[in-house]
């Protein structure tokens, strides 16, 4: 009992560990389609289109790992390989997902993100991440 206790606790380390890492290169790359830094937009300039945009990813990428977590069974290190590379796949799409809207649309999304008011374009990317990460999640299961 105690060592399947300890087995547990070392993959909630491991799996957590793997969430936060996908979680920050998630920041990172919304800060690099994001003119200026994402910290001053969201946290002191209070842009509402940054945070939408971070959220969605966030929302997007924990959905995908949770999912790849539950489907990786008892078997722990697959279960790890799996979400990194599931986890790195969907912050690809994501990302793929966010220049393909900024290419088929006028002007440079980047640059709406920045705007202190609420653009629609940052809803139609944040649903696109929340969808990428829906269909991901559906293919893992």
Partial sequence: MF????????????????????????YV??????????????????????????????????TILTTAIAASA????AGLLGTVFYGLLGLVLMSLSFALIDAATPGKLGDELTSPTMHPGTWVSAAAHIVIAVVMAAAIW
């Fill in 29 to 62: 790359l919304v800060d690099l389609a994001t003119p200026g830094k994402l910290r001053q937009l969201i946290w002191v300039e209070r842009n509402p289109n940054a945070a939408l945009l971070l959220v969605s990813g966030l929302i997007g990428i924990g």
């Fill in 3 to 26: 060592q399947e206790l300890l087995t547990g606790l070392l993959a909630a380390v491991a799996f957590g560990a793997v969430g936060l890492l996908m979680m920050v290169l998630g």
């Fill in 74 to 77: 008892n078997d722990i290190l």
